[in-house]
């Protein structure tokens, strides 16, 4: 089960810019406690924030199909 919810994370990177930007500001913790991870895979995820940079997950976010991502409100 615990892959299944990393696997659901990092689809949600990609397709959520809300999401995205409360993972990589660190504001995602209780939200993350939801999932059914392991501590292994928390600290892995946790560690991961500072090595992606939102423009790489954005970029990704470009190549798949719009229909398919969360829309985001720009202010």
């Keep these: 089960m615990s892959q299944a919810s990393v696997e659901q ?3 949600r990177l990609l397709t959520d810019g809300v999401f995205r930007q409360r993972f990589l ?4 913790e209780t ?3 939801r999932y059914s991870l392991t501590e292994t895979e928390l600290r892995a995820l946790q560690a991961s924030r500072s090595a992606l940079r939102s423009e790489q997950l954005e970029s990704l976010e470009l190549l798949i ?3 398919i991502c969360r829309a985001t409100i720009q202010s």
């Design 25 to 28: 500001t660190g504001r995602l």
């Design 31 to 33: 939200e993350l406690a």
């Design 9 to 11: 994370i990092l689809g």
């Design 65 to 67: 199909d719009p229909s």
